[in-house]
């Protein structure tokens, strides 16, 4: 994924949806992953739904929810904040949670966060804190 990670939105090429479909079902959960990851950069409309599930389904492993949350902000996913609401109730991954939306140049995003941390320890205020004002303004 290294090779399109410089590149905003490669082409998907023809042949692309029969290869993800048989990575799709390799044995390997790396395999798996790095594919959903590709697919999503060619704006794969399975795949990014996929991907969106594993977000917030609390049944997938911790890693793979958070490669998940990585691949959609990666690829600029509209529906990252409203997906998101789940993920900042869950301690596992509201870390990561909170980097990614303080990623979003919006204020409503902001505002969300600013909200739902006056509940949080302090660790995860003070990294919302810095994640907020760490962005360019």
């Known amino acids: 994924t290294q090779g399109l990670s410089s590149r905003k939105s490669p082409t998907m090429p023809p042949e692309w949806p029969a290869l993800r479909k048989t990575l799709s079902e390799n044995a390997s959960p790396l395999v798996k992953r790095l594919t959903l990851g590709i697919a999503a950069k060619f ?18 492993s911790t890693d793979d929810r958070i490669h998940a949350l990585n691949s959609l902000r990666d690829i600029r996913f509209e529906g990252l904040p409203d997906l998101t609401e789940r993920t900042l109730n869950d301690p ?15 204020s409503a995003v902001a505002h969300k966060l600013i909200d739902a941390m006056k509940s949080w320890s302090l660790d995860d205020r003070r990294l919302t804190i810095y994640s907020l004002t760490r962005r360019p303004s």
């Open 43 to 60: 704006r794969d409309r399975e795949a990014i739904e996929m991907l969106a599930q594993r977000v917030i389904d609390p049944s997938v």
């Open 92 to 106: 596992q991954m509201r870390q990561v949670t909170i980097n990614v939306l303080a990623d979003y140049m919006d």
